[in-house]
Structures are given as structure tokens and as C-alpha cells.
């Protein structure tokens, strides 16, 4: 044990056994994502047999366990590859190079698990670079006690109004799974035939 705990404690093995536990890290956070959110979703809104739900849910936690994995080693390979072709530390253009090329083989397969996770991170992005705004003297502070105004019921407002426009006008040109929850809201609220299909 002394000898394996030596191994992994080397500096020179530091990167090649961050690259590995960079795999495993992504496989257990995508399963422990996935899972959860497939079996939800399969559940509420799939028909079909046990077997084939459980395929469902399987295939899923598998494709986003994948897709992590290979990303994370991808981006940590790129970015050591490019720190030890410059000056030895990380710089932000070899992050930024790193992740587009990380990006583009792992998450540019247009797949319903990838939308899903490039949806999610767009959204992150958007509020992040809002707040780089902030912090850098671009945008006003949103601070109310400042005398600023709140931002956010102007953000919640938009959202929901173009939300609700597409789903009304072009709803083709939404996510299936939103398109199915928004049929569920908005369209079968409006269908019943008797009070038990009315309640229940």
C-alpha cells in the first residue's frame, strides 16, 4: 500500500493520473446526474415495458457518463499538451482552445443528451458573463440597495414571454421534452370530457 500510495503521490505521475481521475470523475457525475433525471422523466413520461424503460433510462446515464468522461480527458490532455508547449503555466486562451476542441468531439454530435447538457450550459454562461459584466464595470450593479433597480423581474419577464410566443406560434422549434411539457400546461388543460378526467 505504501509503495501504490508513493505512486500516485509523485509529482511526475501528478498529470497523467489527473487525466485518469479526470475519466472517473466524469463517468460518476454524469451517472449520478443522468440517472436521477432519465428514470424522472422515462417514468412520467414514457409508455412501454419495464425492460424497455430501464433501457431507456440505461442508455441515457450511460451517454452522459460517456460524454464527460471523454470530455474531461480531452480538455485536460489539450491544456497540458498546450501549457507544456508555452510557458509551463495554464493561460486562459490554451482553457478556452482546450475546451472548443473538447467541445466540438464530444458535445457537437447533435443528440438529444447533448442538447440537453449545451441548453443547460448556455444558460449558466449567459448569467455568468451577466456577472463578469458587473464585476468589470460594464453593466450596472443590480443591486437594489445601491437605488438600482432589480434586473430580474425584467430577465423572468422576457424568458417567459418568448418562451411562450415560440410554444404558441413556432413550437416546432423547441426541445421535444419541452414541447411536452408545455402541451401537458398549457394545451391538455384546456381538454376534458367529464369531472374525473377534469381532477384527475
Known amino acids: 500500500m505504501d509503495a501504490i500510495n508513493a505512486f500516485v503521490n509523485a509529482p511526475g505521475n501528478h498529470e497523467m493520473l ?7 470523475n466524469g463517468i460518476v457525475y454524469g451517472a449520478k446526474i443522468r440517472f436521477p433525471h432519465a428514470l424522472v422523466i422515462t417514468l412520467l413520461w414514457r409508455r412501454g415495458s419495464i425492460q424497455n424503460l430501464a433501457r431507456i433510462i440505461l442508455r441515457a446515464t450511460y451517454q452522459h ?3 464527460l468522461g471523454q470530455f474531461v480527458f480531452l480538455y485536460k490532455l489539450i491544456n497540458t499538451i498546450l501549457r507544456r508547449m508555452g510557458s509551463g503555466k495554464k493561460e486562459p486562451w490554451q482553457v478556452f482552445i482546450s475546451a472548443c476542441v473538447g467541445g466540438y468531439y464530444v458535445f457537437g454530435a447533435n443528440n438529444p443528451i447533448n442538447m440537453q447538457i449545451n441548453m443547460y450550459l448556455l444558460s449558466r454562461i449567459i448569467f455568468g458573463l451577466c456577472r463578469l459584466g458587473v464585476q468589470k464595470g460594464y453593466l450596472p450593479s443590480p443591486n437594489k440597495t445601491e437605488g438600482g433597480r432589480d434586473p430580474f423581474p425584467i430577465f423572468g419577464a422576457v424568458v417567459w414571454g418568448i418562451v411562450l410566443w415560440l410554444f404558441e406560434y413556432h413550437r416546432k422549434t423547441l426541445q421535444p421534452s419541452l414541447q411536452s411539457s408545455m402541451t401537458y400546461l398549457y394545451d391538455d388543460s384546456e381538454d376534458w370530457s367529464s369531472i374525473r378526467d377534469f381532477l384527475l
Do not use: D, H
Not at 18 to 24: D, P, S, T, V
Open 18 to 24: 489527473a487525466l485518469l481521475k479526470g475519466i472517473r
Open 65 to 67: 457518463a460517456k460524454n
